[in-house]
């Protein structure tokens, strides 16, 4: 991960991109990093080593990406509820 990342918090943007905004939901409000090139990936950089989500991707593929995988998700969510509910970062199996 580099520096110049920019994490997003878009609301409004839930309407557009609702399996993006379910996914975060889902991991706790894990936020998106918006790289320079533009590409977006869920990642929670307050760890060490930082700890991915998601592939790094457009938007629009981002978006289809967590639409077919919103299961794993939701198990993941699941699995780690308590931990989740109490602001504690699990790890999602790499599945990507």
Request: contains cysteine; glycine residues 4%; proline residues 9%.
């Amino acid at each position: 991960m580099t520096d110049q990342v920019m994490h997003i918090f878009a609301p409004e943007q839930s309407k557009i991109t609702p399996f993006i905004t379910k996914v975060e939901m889902l991991l706790g409000g894990i936020p998106q990093v918006m790289f320079p090139d533009g590409t977006l990936q869920f990642a929670d950089q307050d760890q060490r080593p930082v700890i991915l989500f998601s592939p790094r991707l457009p938007e629009p593929e981002l978006e289809e990406f967590c639409r077919l995988n919103i299961k794993i998700y939701e198990q993941h969510y699941q699995h780690h509820k308590e931990a989740i509910d109490n602001f504690e970062t699990r790890p999602i199996t790499q599945f990507w």
